[in-house]
């Protein structure tokens, strides 16, 4: 049985929908569970909860919400579970987790309504930082040919579009060398190309993923 590190990693897979974050998480979970190292894993939305199922029945188009409390709603549903994400880390677990803030931040920020991004970005402000972003990169219209596309309400080609746009732009602004003491303790944001084999992408995933969760854990405290 592997030691447990000082501190947990917490690694958040964005990515368009479709681009195969719960079918890479999987795998990522079970080369971790079969090295013995210990491992939570975490999805938002998380539609279980009594926020995250108005979550669900928004998604599945059976109610309907204003764009700034359906993102409120998102918000508060990791709010939910950030205390239980400290402990969990704080315990020496790693996290690895199915959409975060970002996915928040950026989907909004996509609806014809046009909500500043800055609006978008406060709620979230102060949660549990991840250390690592793997951001699964792909196009929409590669998107769209996979498994179940189109069903639920964010699905289509053009917001699917924003989407991507806004993902890059955090990207840009996370990578960004600032002389902030907040820049120290930044997260890693990687872009993989998410159009290969479920094979490939999962081996790339790894070579990121390897450095994080070494027996000497994480150093730095948990980000904000
Ligand atoms: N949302 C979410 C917000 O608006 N605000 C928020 O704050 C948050 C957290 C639901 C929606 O909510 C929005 C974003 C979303 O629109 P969800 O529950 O994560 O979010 O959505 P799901 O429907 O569960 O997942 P996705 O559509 O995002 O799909 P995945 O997880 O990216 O893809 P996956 O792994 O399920 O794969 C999809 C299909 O492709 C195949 C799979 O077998 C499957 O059929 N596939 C591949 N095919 C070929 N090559 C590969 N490499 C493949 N990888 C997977
Ligand atoms: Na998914």
Same mark, same amino acid.
């Given at each position: 049985?592997?030691?447990?590190?000082?501190?947990?990693?917490?690694?958040?897979?964005? +990515? !368009?929908?479709?681009?195969?974050?719960?079918?890479?998480?999987?795998?990522?979970?079970?080369?971790?569970?079969?090295?013995?190292?210990?491992?939570?894993?975490?999805?938002?939305?998380?539609?279980?909860?009594?926020?995250?199922?108005?979550?669900?029945?928004? !998604?599945?188009?059976?109610?309907?919400?204003?764009?700034?409390?359906?993102?409120?709603?998102?918000?508060?549903?990791?709010?939910?579970?950030?205390?239980?994400?400290?402990?969990? !880390? /704080?315990?020496?677990?790693?996290?690895?987790?199915?959409?975060?803030?970002?996915?928040?931040?950026?989907?909004?920020?996509?609806?014809?309504?046009?909500?500043?991004?800055?609006?978008? =970005?406060?709620?979230?402000?102060?949660?549990?930082?991840?250390?690592?972003? !793997?951001?699964?990169?792909?196009?929409?219209?590669?998107?769209?040919?996979? +498994?179940?596309?189109?069903?639920?309400?964010?699905?289509?080609?053009?917001?699917?579009?924003?989407?991507?746009?806004?993902?890059? =732009?955090?990207?840009?602004?996370?990578?960004?060398?600032?002389? /902030?003491?907040?820049?120290?303790?930044?997260?890693?944001?990687?872009?993989?190309?998410?159009?290969?084999?479920?094979?490939?992408?999962?081996?790339?995933?790894?070579?990121?993923?390897?450095?994080?969760?070494?027996?000497? +854990?994480?150093?730095?405290?948990? +980000?904000?």
């Amino acid at each position: 049985m592997a030691t447990k590190p000082s501190r947990g990693a917490f690694i958040v897979i964005e +990515g !368009l929908d479709r681009s195969g974050k719960s079918t890479q998480a999987a795998t990522l979970l079970e080369r971790l569970q079969s090295r013995n190292i210990p491992v939570k894993f975490h999805k938002f939305p998380d539609r279980v909860t009594p926020i995250g199922q108005m979550i669900d029945s928004y !998604l599945r188009s059976k109610s309907d919400l204003d764009d700034h409390v359906i993102h409120l709603l998102f918000s508060a549903n990791r709010w939910e579970l950030a205390a239980t994400v400290e402990q969990t !880390l /704080n315990s020496g677990t790693h996290i690895v987790c199915d959409r975060y803030a970002f996915s928040g931040i950026a989907f909004t920020a996509s609806k014809p309504s046009q909500i500043p991004f800055e609006w978008c =970005r406060t709620p979230d402000i102060s949660l549990p930082a991840p250390d690592l972003i !793997l951001y699964l990169d792909i196009s929409p219209n590669k998107a769209k040919e996979r +498994g179940g596309y189109g069903e639920e309400r964010y699905e289509q080609e053009e917001m699917q579009t924003r989407v991507r746009e806004v993902y890059r =732009r955090m990207r840009e602004e996370t990578m960004a060398v600032g002389s /902030n003491r907040e820049s120290e303790n930044r997260p890693q944001w990687v872009e993989i190309d998410a159009g290969r084999s479920v094979e490939d992408v999962g081996k790339e995933i790894w070579i990121h993923v390897e450095p994080f969760v070494q027996p000497s +854990g994480i150093s730095k405290p948990i +980000g904000r």
